[in-house]
Nanobody, 121 residues
Framework: QVELVESGGGSVQSGGSLRLSCVVS????????MAWFRRAPGKEREGVAG???????TYADSVKGRFTISRDNDKNTLYLQMNSLKPEDTAMYYC???????????????WGQGTQVTVSS
């Protein structure tokens, strides 16, 4: 059974930081394109950051320079460090596993349940 379990969301003020975690089980996550997505109220889901199978990272333009994706292979865990948060970063954040080469154009096979991030001004 494949599980992607996110944690680390919460409420912060503008300019603050959060670190999201995603524990992956049931798949060898290095064989997949691993990514973070988000969906803000009233908006389409957006790919935020991702690792391809070779470890090459891509980011959405909206988060470049502020967000950092990383992984711990020993713990089968994906992370998203979010700095300089803005109110427009408010969204449900999802961990995903799938196929692709860039985070803005991937096919998702598995989704986590999501963790809410709220940034107040």
């Amino acid at each position: 059974q494949v599980e992607l379990v996110e944690s680390g969301g919460g409420s912060v003020q503008s300019g603050g930081s959060l670190r999201l975690s995603c524990v992956v089980s049931g798949i060898t996550y290095r064989h997949y394109f691993m990514a973070w997505f988000r969906r803000a109220p009233g908006k389409e889901r957006e790919g935020v950051a991702g690792f391809d199978k070779d470890g090459i990272i891509t980011y959405a333009d909206s988060v470049k320079g502020r967000f950092t994706i990383s992984r711990d292979n020993d713990k089968n865990t994906l992370y998203l460090q979010m700095n300089s948060l803005k109110p427009e970063d408010t969204a449900m954040y999802y961990c995903a596993a799938g196929a692709g080469t860039i985070v803005t154009d991937m096919v998702v096979f598995y989704w986590g349940q999501g963790t809410q991030v709220t940034v107040s001004s």
